[in-house]
């Protein structure tokens, strides 16, 4: 027989998504560059970021927009049954943040002329993420309130005052799981053109005699 671990009342998970318009793009790229000569590699990715820094000020990224690591230089080896010396490999990595989602193809194909010979990734988000997040929060309360609600009506009793409060990781709820339309994910979030934001909480309330 499985125990009743909180006797007290009833826990329940709420769970809630919103969705916006992107409007800040995040691009993230390396310049690699191979030489036989250390020498060779160090300045042909120098070469290469300033190239890349030119071309972002051409499409009106900041300076402040841009993050990028300090130049690397190493050895370069490819295993096989024998070992071979390929060269001296020089890399930098760029992550770039622009609001100007429309010359993003323009900026990567530019990014690319320029040096850029790595195109890590692109991801889209949005500007106000904490007000959305907020918003995801309250209707993830709501959620819970609202099955709590259900629970106590179909037990005959009523809800108390909520004694607990337990902010969720939305990805991770190895405990808890959703039910219904609540935490379920459709084809229209997934869609590109949309950022989803998530929220989840477990709320406990005590409970009254109907």
């Not at 919103?18 to 790229?29: G, Q, T, W």
């Not at 000569?37 to 290469?48: I, T």
Request: hydrophobic share 45%.
């Amino acid at each position: 027989m499985q125990m009743i671990e909180r006797p007290w009342g009833v826990t329940v998970h709420g769970a809630a998504s919103v969705k916006a318009a992107p409007d800040l793009v995040r691009a993230r790229f390396k310049v690699v560059c191979l030489e036989q000569k250390p020498s060779d590699a160090f300045e042909s990715a120098g070469l290469a970021v300033h190239e890349i820094r030119s071309t972002l000020r051409r499409h009106n990224v900041p300076d402040a927009g841009v993050e990028s690591s300090r130049i690397e230089l190493g050895g370069k080896w490819e295993y096989g049954q024998q070992r071979k010396f390929l060269g001296y490999e020089s890399s930098a990595s760029f992550v770039v943040e622009s609001a100007t989602l429309d010359d993003l193809p323009s900026l990567l194909t530019d990014l690319v002329s320029a040096g850029a010979n790595e195109i890590e990734g692109v991801d889209f988000d949005v500007l106000d993420k904490p007000a959305l997040r907020a918003r995801a929060r309250r209707e993830a309360v709501a959620a819970a309130r609202a099955k709590a609600e259900l629970y106590a009506e179909a037990a005959g009793v009523r809800l108390g005052a909520v004694v607990h409060i337990d902010d969720v990781n939305p990805d991770e709820r190895p405990q808890y799981r959703g039910h219904g339309a609540e935490s379920a994910a459709t084809a229209e979030d997934l869609a590109p053109g949309h950022v989803v934001v998530s929220a989840a909480v477990v709320l406990g309330f005590g409970i009254v005699p109907a």
